[in-house]
């Protein structure tokens, strides 16, 4: 069993940054592959990113590539995500989530967080 605790969200102005953290409970979090999601008012779970716990490759969603970094601490049970240039359309609940059950890319993992609201004004 996982338990992931989502933090620093908040509210920051376009073109700002902020960083997010998930602190995972239960063992071994070293080797699971992680994942970053959002999900704006009326519209589907979106993937941000994710990263391999095997390789420590990551990727990105289109939308955020080259402005998101993800990465991770075995060390704190901790995963982050670095958004940087932040525009409105960040705009959503984030959440982690650990265990895909198929592709990286898709929002079918087995432990979820509870999110964390970013907001980005326009």
């Known amino acids: 069993q996982v338990q992931l605790v989502e933090s620093g969200g908040g509210l920051v102005q376009a073109g700002g940054s902020l960083r997010l953290s998930c602190a995972a409970s239960g063992r071994p979090f070293s080797r699971r592959n992680l994942g970053w999601f959002r999900q704006a008012p009326g519209k589907e779970r979106e993937f941000v990113a994710a990263?391999?716990?095997?390789?420590?490759?990551?990727y990105y969603g289109d939308s955020v590539k080259g402005r998101f970094i993800i990465s991770r601490d075995n060390a704190k049970n901790t995963v982050y995500l670095q958004m940087n240039s932040l525009k409105p359309e960040d705009t959503a609940i984030y959440y982690c989530?650990?265990?895909?059950?198929?592709?990286?890319?898709?929002?079918?993992?087995?432990?979820w967080g509870q999110g964390t609201q970013v907001t980005v004004p326009s």
């Open positions: 990263i391999s716990w095997s390789t420590d490759d990551t």
């Open positions: 989530a650990a265990d895909p059950s198929g592709y990286y890319w898709r929002p079918a993992y087995d432990y």
